[in-house]
C-alpha cells in the first residue's frame, strides 16, 4: 500500500512553463525580440528525435523563438563546431543545445566545449561546471537543477538535512552534489565502491538515486519517511511483453516508506525540458543585461 506522497513532477513542469510563459510575455512589452533556442540534431536517432520534438514544442507554447537544426549522421566534426560558432554570433539566439549521444566520430567533449559558456543551458560547459562548484551564477544542469525544484517545492528549506547522492556522473550525481551543498545540505555522495551502501543511504533525509540500474535502490535502504528522487529511466520487459520504463529505486515497496517519491515515468523526467526553457530564459536576460525573474 502507497503510503508517501507521490511527487507529481509533470504538474510541477507544466507550472514552472506557466510562470515562464508569464515571465517572457512581461519582457516583451519592451522587448520585440523573444527569446531565442538552438537545439542541434545530429543523426536520426528514434528516441532523440521525438525528444527534440518536445523542446521545440514547449519552447514555442512558452513564447520562446526555437529552432532546430537537424544534420546528418555523417556531418563532419568540423561542419559542426562551425554550426556552433555561427549560433554563439547570432544576437537572437540565447540557448544552444546539442541533443546527446552523438555519432562515434565526434568528440562530445570538443562539442560542448564549443558553446559559448554564456548559451550552454544544458549546463555541461567546464566553465559552467567550475561556476557551479565555487558558486557563481551559471547555467545548471537541467535533470540536477529539475531535482532541485522538486525538493524545494516539497520540503521547503533543506537547510541541515543529510542528502545521499547514489550515483558521480558528471550529467547528474556530481553536480546535483554540488547544488544540495550549496542549500546547506550534508551530502554524501555514493557509488558502486561504497562500502555498505544501504547503511548509507538509511541516514538520508533525501535519497536521490542515479546509477541506471532499474530497482537498484531497495525498500529497506530507505530512512522511514525520506524524500526520494529517483532519477533513473530504464526500459524493462513488461508483462503484456511490451517495454514499459522503471526508475532506480523498487517504486512499490519503496513508496510503503518513503515520505515523499518521484514516480518514474512522470517524476523527473518533465522537470528537464522546464529547467532547459528556465536556463534559456536567465540566458536571455543575462545576455542583453536585463533583471532576471528567476535569478
Known sequence: MTTAKIIDGKAVAAQIRDEIAQQIAALRRDRPVPPGLAVILVGDDPASQVYVRSKERQAQEAGFKSVAYRRPADISEEQLITLIEGLNEDPGIDGILVQL????????????NAISPDKDVDGFHPINVGRLMTGEPSLLPCTPLGCLTLLKRTLGDLSGLDAVV???SNIVGKPMAALLLRENCTVTVAH?????????????DILVAAVGK???VQADWIKPGATVIDVGINRVPGA???SRLVGDVDFGPASAVAGAITPVPGGVGPMTIAMLLRNTLSAYCRNNRLACPLA
Open 101 to 112: 549521444p552523438l555519432p562515434p566520430h565526434i568528440d562530445e567533449a570538443v562539442v560542448i
Open 166 to 168: 547514489v550515483g558521480r
Open 192 to 204: 558502486s565502491r561504497t562500502r555498505d551502501l544501504p547503511a548509507v543511504c538509511r541516514r538520508a
Open 214 to 216: 532499474p530497482g537498484f
Open 240 to 242: 503484456d511483453g511490451k
